[in-house]
């Protein structure tokens, strides 16, 4: 089945800890992106990655990292986590020129 | 830079009656535009899209959306409504048909009463 996973699905955790939101698909998909949503913001997008070893930046990046070494994986890493990050995450993939879709979402708690 | 506006926050429709949701955008070329339906607790599915051709597209679930230049809007309609309809519905703007990325309004709350 085609689809795009997200783990894990909920997380609690406190200010200051490292922490790392992966995110796999497998339908061969060039472009990934991650994006956060927050009540009455909508979803904006913190980065994206157009293939291996290409990144860039969205509308919201502060206070996030990403990598691409494996076109099925794309992971958002949270340095240094603080209670603003608190959100639900998506991530998503598409082909060039193609729709995106979306995983089932993280929900992160930063204490 | 590219926006999207949706004008309500939210809508309440009785089961059986017609649907619209608003949607007007802001884009210096030809847009891809989508719509995107969001159930509690769930992740977001698409609805349908327009990436060229026809103006009048058809979606999943019952749903079309017209798309008109002139007045830069992506209205979604339903000609009548189910409670499963109930959710939170998203339209959204891109280039590249959406593959770097899309720009989202920030939601329409549908509230279906019985």
């Known amino acids: 089945e085609a689809q795009v996973t997200q783990n894990p699905r909920y997380l609690i955790t406190v200010t200051g800890k490292k922490l790392t939101v992966t995110c796999s698909q497998n339908?061969?998909?060039?472009?990934m992106s991650w994006y956060r949503q927050d009540p009455g913001l909508g979803l904006r997008q913190i980065y994206y990655?157009?293939?291996?070893?290409?990144?860039d930046k969205g509308d919201v990046p502060e206070g996030y990292k990403v990598s691409r070494k494996e076109k099925r994986n794309f992971p958002l890493i949270l340095e240094s986590p603080s209670p603003n990050q608190t959100s639900l995450y998506f991530c998503?993939?598409?082909?060039?020129?193609?729709?995106?879709?979306f995983g089932p979402g993280t929900r992160l708690t930063v204490l | 830079a590219q926006s999207v506006t949706q004008p309500d926050i939210h809508i309440t429709v009785s089961e059986g009656a017609s649907l619209e949701l608003r949607c007007n955008y802001s884009y210096g070329a030809t847009p891809y535009l989508f719509w995107y339906v969001q159930s509690p607790g769930q992740g977001l599915q698409l609805l349908l899209k327009?990436?060229?051709?026809?103006?009048l597209v058809q979606g999943i679930k019952g749903f079309e959306a017209e798309f008109k230049r002139s007045q830069s809007s992506f209205n979604l309609r339903k000609p009548s409504v189910h409670w499963s309809d109930a959710a939170e519905y998203f339209c959204?703007?891109?280039?590249?048909?959406?593959?770097?990325?899309?720009?989202f309004g920030k939601g329409t709350h549908l509230i279906i009463q019985p």
């Open positions: 959204a703007v891109g280039s590249g048909g959406g593959a770097d990325g899309l720009t």
């Open positions: 998503a993939s598409s082909p060039p020129l193609g729709t995106q879709y």
């Open positions: 990655s157009m293939n291996v070893e290409v990144t």
């Open positions: 327009y990436f060229s051709g026809d103006t």
């Open positions: 339908m061969n998909h060039e472009y």
